[in-house]
Each structure stands twice: as C-alpha cells, then as structure tokens.
Antibody, heavy 113, light 112 residues
Framework: EVQLQESGPGLVKPSQSLSLTCSVT????????WGWIRKFPGNKMEWMGY???????SYNPSLKSRISITRDTSKNQFFLQLNSVTTEDTATYYC???????WGQGASVTVSS | DIVMTQAPLSVSVTPGESASISCRSS???????????VYWYLQKPGKSPQLLIY???SLASGVPDRFSGSGSETDFTLKISGVEAEDLGVYYC?????????FGGGTKLELK
C-alpha cells in the first residue's frame, strides 16, 4: 500500500523559503506523477505543481518563479521549495500521487514573524 | 485558468436521502484524447482528501457504489444515493484537463 508523509517546519518567517519533504513508501516515485497541493484557511484548494516519473516538472503559473519541486530517488522522496513567502502562503500543504488516490496527512505551515 | 464553479456551498441531508453536488467549468473539459479529467474528492473533518470519482464517472477503488459521477463537457454532478453518517465533510471537484489543474470551492455536506 502506498503511503505518503509530509515533513518540515510548521513556522516560516516572511520573505524566507518554505521547504517540505514528502516521503513515499510502498511505491516508487520513478513511476507516476507526484504533486503538491495546498489548502488555505477556509476551503480554497490550490494545485501547486508536480514532478513526473522522469523528473520533469510542471508548476502553477500563479506561483511564478517562487516554486521548485525536486526529488531524491534513492530515498524515494520529493521536495517542495517555495521562496519569498508571505502570510498568504499560510496553508496546509499536501503531497499526493497525481492520480489522486494517495495523499499525505498534510503539513500545516504558518508564515509569520 | 479554468474556473470550477461548485454548488451548493452547503447541503443538509437526512441520512438515507440522496444528495447531488454540481460543478460547472468555464471551458470544455473534454481532452483531445476523449477523456474528461474531472475528479471528485471528499475531505472528512481532520483528514486528507480522499478520491471518490476519477475521469468524471469512474468509481475509485474502495469507494461505496452509492457515489456516482456524471456530466457533459462543462457540467458535472456528483450524486450520493442514500447518504450515510460517514459521508459528512467537504466535497471538491477538480479538473486536470487543462493546466493549471483547478478545484471547485467546495460543498459542505451536513446531516440533519
């Protein structure tokens, strides 16, 4: 059974970078597509981007050049980096298999000084 | 970006009754390969979203068959035939036909 687990700081200061790790067990990230989605306070959900089985990436243009998704296939992990964060980046961040059938439990991140 | 307009914002249902949630897209979601990449998720309180329906009408593994999805190129419906207590939460539609993938605003299902 595939399982995903997010990890990373729960508090980030404005203008700094947000970095999260998604650890995947039970399935290789060299297959399929793997993405990051965030849920803002309230109900709004936003797809941030994904990394493919080959390492290619696709990002939401709304995040412009602030986002980077990378991976370490030896550890079966993929990563999210979001630069120059503001309070508007406060959200719960989820990693998921892009087929939608497997999600992490979510990582709550607050951007505050 | 494709706008997914979901309705209603909330719905209150007596257990055993049926419920329908609508999602309308700002553009056709029929891909050139003939597949309509519309997904439905349920997020139960304190949990991660769980996949209910994929490709507009296919039931995800392990999901009870009281859930069903249907639609056209721009109008989509999730139907729950015989709501149960475990179905409460927030329902989302999502499109993955056009980048960037986009979500509806969510529908909260409550029990009477």
């Amino acid at each position: 059974e595939v399982q995903l687990q997010e990890s990373g700081p729960g508090l980030v200061k404005p203008s700094q970078s947000l970095s999260l790790t998604c650890s995947v067990t039970g399935y290789s990230i060299t297959s399929n597509y793997w993405g990051w989605i965030r849920k803002f306070p309230g109900n709004k959900m936003e797809w941030m981007g994904y990394i493919s089985y080959s390492g290619s990436t696709s990002y939401n243009p709304s995040l412009k050049s602030r986002i980077s998704i990378t991976r370490d296939t030896s550890k079966n992990q993929f990563f999210l980096q979001l630069n120059s964060v503001t309070t508007e980046d406060t959200a719960t961040y989820y990693c998921a298999r892009s087929s939608g059938d497997a999600w992490g439990q979510g990582a709550s991140v607050t951007v505050s000084s | 970006d494709i706008v997914m307009t979901q309705a209603p914002l909330s719905v209150s249902v007596t257990p055993g009754e049926s419920a329908s949630i609508s999602c309308r897209s700002s553009k056709s979601l029929l891909h050139s390969n003939g597949i309509t990449y519309v997904y439905w998720y349920l997020q139960k309180p304190g949990k991660s979203p769980q996949l209910l329906i994929y490709r507009m009408s296919s039931l995800a593994s392990g999901v009870p068959d009281r859930f069903s999805g249907s639609g056209s190129e721009t109008d989509f419906t999730l139907k729950i035939s015989g709501v149960e207590a475990e179905d409460l939460g927030v329902y989302y539609c999502m499109q993955a036909t056009h980048a960037p993938w986009t979500f509806g605003g969510g529908t909260k299902l409550e029990l009477k």
